[in-house]
């Protein structure tokens, strides 16, 4: 494998911080979901796939019982003991503790190692870094201990645990799935209940991702995104009190959503009409996909996203603004926010023979607008996690 310049000066800067050379370099896309917003957590179907911006885990053992920590992306050291209890501390080593902790909770070995975290992933921008920080985790050890390929299912589950109870962020599952099984030049259509998956291609000859990262970091979010959750939660249970057999909004259908609507708290009315309609679009999505009628799969992006603002209420302004000004663009088949949103990214489906054009007529009104000068990353599906000796 030929090594990217920035991994040959991240591998100068493990050898400085540590005294020693780098062993395995994990590759960790981020991800970007391409339809399918806050279905996970109600097992219902998303469609992501992972990007060509990573995270970069450089890894050695170290023959100790410490594990020695280096982020290129914070120039911040840390370390701790894998012989004392690990506690969460609120720092950006609890995503390492917390997958140590599930690696050892499921039997496996994990002694001192040296790690430095790099890349070019942005940080809290709805890409997912924290998932695809965990999968570098995950991957990095179970290749120094030798417990590589772990079953992807274990380790996609064991991902997610150590965000949702070490980190303490009750994320669903598709961030951890696609980082892991993400495959170039396809979208994953997931079923967030069964765990069944397909790869679907998506055309790339003429078409490209672009996505825009609005500089508005999600901040409020976290709380927002819990609320969310207890809502949908709300709705399950109005629904499952209707008919035991309704275990979750994904068994609802359209239908019985409008005749239950005058008994139904108007607000959880909205945000189960977001989910359930979010359900019936990514299935069309990879229907229009398999045909393909990439025409059709952008309008039912651009849907997603009023289902997003309107009825999920998960948008702010400067998304809506991004998304707006993209459909000016000729060449512009749909665009959304995409990611958990109240900051963070938008995405869009561009013919590639007009991202300039995109980059500059975006880039410009945006700025001019709110002063904020936005980062754009123009990406096809790419393949998901992924090890090599060095
Ligand atoms: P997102 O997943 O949208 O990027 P999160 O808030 O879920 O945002 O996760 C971001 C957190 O992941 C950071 O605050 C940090 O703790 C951790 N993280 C991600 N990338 C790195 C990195 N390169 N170095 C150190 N910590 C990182
Ligand atoms: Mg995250």
Known sequence: MRLSEAVKREIKQFKKVFARQPEILVLAPGRANIIGEHTDYTGGLVFPAAIDTRIDFL???????????????????????????????????????????????????????????????PIGSG????????????????????????????????????????????????????????????????????????????????????????????????TAYHERQKQCERGRLFFNALNKSLRSLRDVNEDLLQVSRENMDPLIFKRCRHVITENTRVKRAVEALRKPDMVLFGELMNLSHESCKNDFEVSCEE??????????????????MTGAGFGGCTISLVARNRVDEFERYVGNLYNRTTGIVPEFYITHAEDGVSAVRL
Not at 170 to 182: E, L, Y
Request: charged content about 25%.
């Open 59 to 121: 890894v050695s053992g170290n023959g100790s019982n410490t594990v020695r920590l280096y982020s290129d992306t914070y120039q911040e050291s840390c370390e701790f003991n894998l012989d004392e209890k690990l506690k969460r501390t609120h720092h950006w080593s609890d995503y390492i503790k917390g997958v140590v902790c599930e690696l050892k909770k499921a039997g496996y070995q994990v002694d001192g190692f040296n790690a430095l975290i790099g890349g070019d992933l």
């Open 127 to 222: 890409l997912s870094s924290s998932a695809a920080f965990e999968m570098a985790v995950s991957e990095g050890c179970a290749q120094l201990f030798g417990y590589a390929p772990m079953d992807p299912e274990k380790q996609i589950k064991l991902c997610r645990k150590a965000e949702n109870q070490f980190v303490g962020v009750s994320c669903g599952i598709m961030d951890q799935f696609i980082i892991r099984m993400g495959r170039k030049h396809h979208g994953l259509y997931l079923d967030c209940r069964s765990l069944e998956y397909e790869l679907i291609p998506i055309p790339s000859d003429d078409l490209v991702f672009v996505i825009v990262y609005s500089g508005v970091k999600r901040g409020l979010g976290a």
């Open 319 to 336: 998304l809506d603004l991004l998304v707006d000004l993209a459909r000016n663009v000729p060449g512009v088949l749909g665009s959304r």
